[in-house]
């Protein structure tokens, strides 16, 4: 099944799922997705505005170009989705303990987000920015983020040792968090 230039408002898809298919420049607005399965469902350019997706199947599904904004994204499970092409933005969602494990997100947006626990592992975030982004608890390890703008985020936590961090972004405030395996006291 085809869609295209389709706007979705108000639907609860916990009870009517959406059918499956492939969804091309669609919108969905203040739509119920929470504990759905979206496996091997394809979404191009489509935005999620006021959607609760939280603890969604992602299996196989195909996410290029996908903007979510005011979006309830707990406990989703990314690294499921099918890599290619895979591109998102996010601006005032709760992606609180999700997963991007070993995907591509270059130049990826992170604006006003909770991005608490989140697992980054392995991840290219090259060119992303986390602008205003709480990231207590996110996890980055063997993740490449040079370039990356943590300018304004706060909260985070990570080894640059373990992490390619060539020219990131950072604040004399945040610097903290680059440090805390030293387990060192510093004060402003």
Avoid: W
Avoid at 26 to 49: H, K, P, R, V
Avoid at 89 to 108: A, R, Y
């Amino acid at each position: 099944m085809y869609t295209e230039d389709t706007l979705f408002e108000n639907e609860n898809y916990t009870l009517n799922p959406l059918p499956k298919g492939e969804y091309e420049h669609c919108t969905f607005i203040n739509c119920d997705f929470s504990e759905s399965d979206l496996t091997q469902m394809l979404f191009i350019e489509c935005s999620f505005s006021s959607c609760n997706l939280s603890l969604a199947k992602l299996n196989k599904t195909a996410i290029r170009e996908v903007k979510f904004k005011d979006c309830k994204l707990l406990g989703l499970r990314f690294e499921n989705c099918h890599p290619f092409l895979f591109a998102v933005s996010f601006e005032n969602c709760l992606l609180n303990l999700s997963s991007f494990f070993k995907l591509g997100l270059k130049k990826t947006l992170f604006n006003n987000c909770s991005v608490r626990e989140v697992d980054f592992t392995d991840c290219d975030l090259s060119l992303s920015v986390f602008k205003n982004c709480d990231l207590g608890g996110a996890i980055f390890e063997n993740s490449v983020l040079e370039k990356t703008d943590f300018r304004t985020a706060f909260n985070y936590s990570f080894d640059p040792e373990l992490n390619k961090i060539k020219k990131a972004k950072f604040s004399v405030a945040g610097i903290a968090g680059l440090l805390n395996k030293y387990q060192i006291d510093i004060e402003q």
